[in-house]
């Protein structure tokens, strides 16, 4: 059967698989919301365009080189008319040039039958996908937007613990941009999440994984960009379901917690349960023919989950009735205004459950002990205008807001809230096995400020752009700015005060706080803690301008500069860091070898900024106060955890009571975060169907930032210089730097509370430069749909390596943007250069469809990757230190490369020194069925997620350490704590009317 033959419904899709596939790498310098058409006519002549959904229609005059251009085109199918009535249809794609060229017998031609073109666009310099929502809906793919990204090359998921989100290049999981509609959507209090919409209201979605032009900033990793459905001149109705049943997802895998033989679970995951269903309606059409467009859509969501713990157990129930509206309006063809409004409010009901005493993983749930409700999300309106004020002047403009909730955190006024905490982890207990004492509720272990509003996000964005084309020159430029605030919920420990009691045991050899209790004695770590509520803001400004010159009809080079200003300020709303001027110039040429866009050589070189989260400007400059001290005790009150009989005080004590001064919270000279790419690629259309490419990238970090928590080389220095009264105190618990450079701040010198400007050499902290560095190289085949076939394959191997991952630190689960544990003292680098946590060697990916019938597809998503390394974190040595640095890294946990051997000895490890994870593989398969009975408006599918039900370890335990101050290493060092997701299927029926 040949693509010709396809019905009606499969030739639109599968045509937008083909161009999807085709136009997948270098799209041309455009905007995030529009397109472009372009291409080569009779000069002097008129072209013009005709939407064929919208009615949409413009004329521009080609040149006296018979170039002619047609921007800020929004996505949609078009026929392109010359003046002699030769026509032409193409689909034009966000970013996207689509190329026309008249009188000329040798191009074929994109139509929405799935005509095949060279898959080789040489007007651009970028690393790019775009993908249709026609595709993904074929694909066996998960409905959100990191699954989209992952099917691209030099992506990869990161840990469980930072949840659904993906690594491009090296780079962390928080260091990407999400836009939705041309806005910036990313989540600037960690950048560990972005606003969601209904997925089923997006069109297309476009993912750069390098070489982006100026127009786009604030990321080190890569961007993905979506555009939202809009409604045409016809009305169109649609409805689905999706459907995961909990009766085909296949069990998880248990670990057996090696320090008991009687059977513990370190990890206990079988019986744990899922079950989703989402109902989606969408509706689009012409409220004013060939003027005023509505489209709208509704989700409503219903995900179920349990999960088992050895003697509790937790149901949630998520519930999300989002929707989306859209309007466009046409004012007349030159003028297109746009309003889009999200709603993805979503409510979580926690229930906890407690079993009968002594009933130990029961699979089922016990007592109720509490019901909570967690609102998230929130509302986001964006409008954009684009105008076409001349053949060669556009203009677009675009504003929005978001206010999104964030209650992750222990809600206020539960029950229990009066009640202290206090755990018993004594005995030969652990803390997997630790029992809670007394009234508390561990639902509520933290008490929040009741006089705090919500703890939510909003931000304000503004921007404007132009392009403009002067004879072989188009100039694009542009200015951004965005507000945003973080609200932050203080809290102190329910009842103001949290008690572990623990004792000396055969586990920690009699060793608690570095102090031999002995075997069998009894004691108590006692801990306050107290946070104050408040907002923070963080205000980021941008400016940019390019150049792509046509130098000849085969060579295109790019040229550009953005310039970034970046201020965040604390509670009060004084700023404490403000890094303005920041210049970041990218550079590029695309070659068309042969002048056919049959051979494409291109490259790239770029600097990216990446701003800091709201998150420092919350832990760096909130007001707080922390106090741990250990105590003999002969026993606890099982009614309210209290202790009896409390005794002396052993062991070292922490006091840490924080009121930064924005004045010494930063360096003064600070650089934010950096990094600088270059990219080489070669593109070969072997014929109208294969095309074969590689690319070479690199990518250096410069100027890292992170913030330093030690004060010893104060100390010394102040000592050193003649400053007696000079109290460490007077200075902030950590300083945010720029690793490995002397540091220069303010301090008070003389206790006096006058501040004076020093700069004090980084040899007395020794702290290295930050390093990381990503070496790539990518192969690509793909072939366009023909024969009823299509296919996209990808190679890359590739190196990360370095002393830091990034923003966060995936082996401790640490996700605080930018303020890791890192560099918080010179000996948290000891050991840490080698390979990082996001390093793969080798990453094979494969997606495509086979046609069996004209009613009957079958796709295919495949990959496979090499492990990551494995290390040994142990507790930071405190010896050597003065008392105010023990008193502060005593409370860390087991987080350096310095590790207990067998000897019980501490001794300095190597990051990787334990190897690396166990290759994964997985393979996802669906077949679609579109009956002819229907008319082809009927589509059923089935999707397998895991097919084979590969069950490999991807996460293992790297605390090599029991406890600080206890030679004993931890028997489940190394054991699995996270595994692939078991096989599960989903059904999907949707129809179009």
């Not at 752009?465 to 102190?492: C, L, M, P, V």
């Not at 403000?578 to 600097?607: C, H, M, V």
Request: hydrophobic share 30%; charged share 25%.
């Amino acid at each position: 059967m040949n693509n010709k033959n396809l019905r009606v419904h499969s030739k639109r899709t599968l045509a937008a698989i083909a161009v999807s596939t085709l136009l997948a790498t270098t799209p041309v310098q455009a905007s995030s919301t529009s397109g472009s058409i372009y291409g080569q006519a009779e000069a002097g002549s008129a072209v013009s365009f005709t939407n064929k959904d919208t009615g949409l229609n413009r004329t521009v005059t080609a040149g006296d080189n018979g170039r002619f251009n047609f921007k800020e085109v929004p996505p949609g199918r078009y026929v392109v008319t010359s003046a002699n009535g030769e026509k032409h249809e193409v689909v034009v794609k966000i970013g996207t040039g689509s190329s026309v060229i008249f009188g000329s017998n040798d191009v074929e031609v994109i139509t929405v039958q799935g005509g095949r073109i060279s898959a080789i666009d040489t007007t651009s310099t970028e690393s790019t996908v775009v993908f249709t929502q026609d595709q993904i809906e074929l694909l066996p793919v998960s409905r959100d937007v990191t699954s989209v990204a992952l099917l691209t090359p030099g992506t990869q998921k990161g840990v469980a613990e930072f949840g659904n989100l993906a690594s491009f290049g090296g780079s962390s999981v928080a260091e990407n941009g999400y836009y939705i509609d041309g806005m910036d959507v990313t989540n600037l209090k960690n950048f560990l999440s972005f606003a969601s919409l209904p997925f089923d209201a997006i069109e297309q979605t476009q993912v750069k994984t390098g070489g982006y032009g100026v127009e786009y900033g604030r990321a080190l990793g890569g961007i993905t960009n979506v555009i939202t459905k809009s409604g045409t001149n016809e009305w169109e109705f649609s409805a689905a379901a999706y459907y995961i049943p909990e009766s085909l997802y296949e069990d998880e895998k248990d670990v057996v917690d090696r320090a008991h033989d009687d059977g513990t679970l370190l990890k206990y995951d079988s019986d744990n349960t899922y079950n989703s269903l989402a109902m989606n309606v969408g509706v689009g059409g012409p409220l004013i023919k060939d003027t005023l467009f509505l489209y709208a859509n509704l989700e409503g969501q219903y995900v179920e989950r349990d999960w088992y713990y050895r003697s509790t157990s937790t149901n949630q129930e998520i519930t999300n009735p989002n929707y989306l509206v859209k309007l466009d309006y046409y004012l007349n063809d030159n003028h297109l205004f746009k309003l889009t409004y999200i709603n993805n409010e979503s409510d979580r009901e926690q229930k906890r459950y407690e079993n009968a005493a002594g009933e130990y993983y029961t699979g089922s749930h016990g007592t109720k002990t509490t019901d909570v409700t967690y609102e998230n999300g929130g509302d986001i309106l964006i409008a954009n205008y684009s105008g076409q004020i001349t053949d060669d002047l556009s203009v677009s403009l675009m504003y929005g807001t978001l206010d999104q909730k964030d209650e992750n955190r222990s809600p206020r006024n539960l029950p229990g809230g009066e009640c202290v905490v206090a755990i018993d982890t004594s005995g030969d207990k652990t803390w997997s096995t630790r029992e809670n004492i007394g009234c508390w509720n561990p639902a509520n272990s933290s008490s929040l400020d009741p006089e705090s509003p919500s703890e939510h996000d909003e931000r304000d964005s503004y921007k404007f752009d132009f392009d403009w084309t002067i004879g072989d020159h188009t100039i694009r430029g542009g200015y951004n700015k965005e507000e945003y605030t973080s609200y932050a919920i203080g809290s102190q420990y329910s009842g103001g005060l949290y008690y572990r009691y623990m004792d000396g045991n055969t586990l920690n050899e009699g060793i608690l706080n570095g102090v031999d209790i002995g075997v069998g004695t009894k004691a108590v770590r006692i801990r306050t803690s107290d946070i104050l509520s408040g907002a923070y803001g963080v205000e980021n400004e941008a400016f940019y301008l390019e150049d792509n010159w046509q130098i000849t009809d085969n060579i295109l080079v790019y040229a550009g500069i953005r310039n970034e200003t970046f201020t965040n300020l604390d509670a009060k709303g004084d700023v404490f860091v403000e890094a303005d001027d920041l210049w970041a110039p990218r550079f590029g040429f695309s070659w068309d070898i042969n002048g056919d866009s049959t051979q494409k050589l291109y490259a790239t070189a770029g600097r990216y900024y990446i701003p800091i989260a709201s998150n420092t400007n919350i832990r760096s400059t909130r007001t707080e106060s922390f106090t741990e001290k250990f105590y003999f005790v002969d026993g606890f009150n099982p009614e309210d955890g209290t202790p009896i009989n409390l005794g002396e005080q052993f062991g070292r004590e922490i006091i840490d009571n924080q009121t930064p001064d924005p004045r010494n919270i930063a360096v003064s000279d600070l650089d934010p975060m950096y990094q600088d790419e270059f990219i080489l690629g070669y593109q070969h259309a072997l014929d109208e169907d294969w095309t074969v490419g590689i690319k070479g990238m690199y990518r250096e970090v410069k100027d890292g930032m992170d913030d330093f928590c030690a004060h010893d080389g104060f100390i010394k220095w102040a000592e050193d210089n003649g400053y007696d009264n000079f109290d460490y105190h007077t200075m902030s618990g950590c300083l945010i730097v720029n690793p490995g450079k002397d540091l220069s701040l303010y301090m008070d010198l003389e206790n006096d509370g006058n501040m004076t400007h020093v700069t004090v050499p980084n040899s007395y902290f020794e702290l290295p430069e930050y390093e990381r560095t990503y070496k790539g190289i990518e192969l690509t085949l793909e072939r366009a749909f023909n024969d009823d076939w299509y296919m996209n394959a990808s190679y890359v191997w590739s190196k990360s390596e370095g002393n830091v991952e990034g923003y966060v630190n995936s082996t401790l689960g640490q996700e605080d943007a930018g303020a890791t544990q890192d560099f918080d003292h010179k000996l948290f680098q000891d050991g840490s250069d080698g390979y990082l946590p996001n390093d793969r060697r080798h990453q094979f990916k494969i997606y495509g469809l086979y046609q069996v019938t004209d009613e009957i597809a079958i796709t295919a998503n495949i990959s496979a990757a090499s492990g990551t390394p494995l290390s040994c974190n142990g507790y930071i040595p405190l010896d050597g230190m003065t008392e105010a640095d023990q008193n502060s890294f005593s409370r860390y946990s087991a987080s350096s490369f310095y590790c207990v051997n067998d000897q019980g000895e501490p001794e300095l490890t190597n990051r990787g020194d334990y190897g690396e994870t166990d290759w994964t593989y997985n393979v996802d398969m669906g077949i679609n069925y579109v009956p002819a009975w229907a008319d082809d408006r009927l589509t059923l599918k089935m999707d397998v997620f895991n097919l084979f039900n590969f069950d490999e370890a991807i996460e293992y335990n790297q605390q090599k350490d029991l406890e600080r101050g206890s030679p004993v290493q931890n028997p489940n060092f190394l054991a699995p704590t996270e595994f692939q997701s078991p096989r599960y299927f989903r059904f999907t029926a949707r129809y179009v009317f």
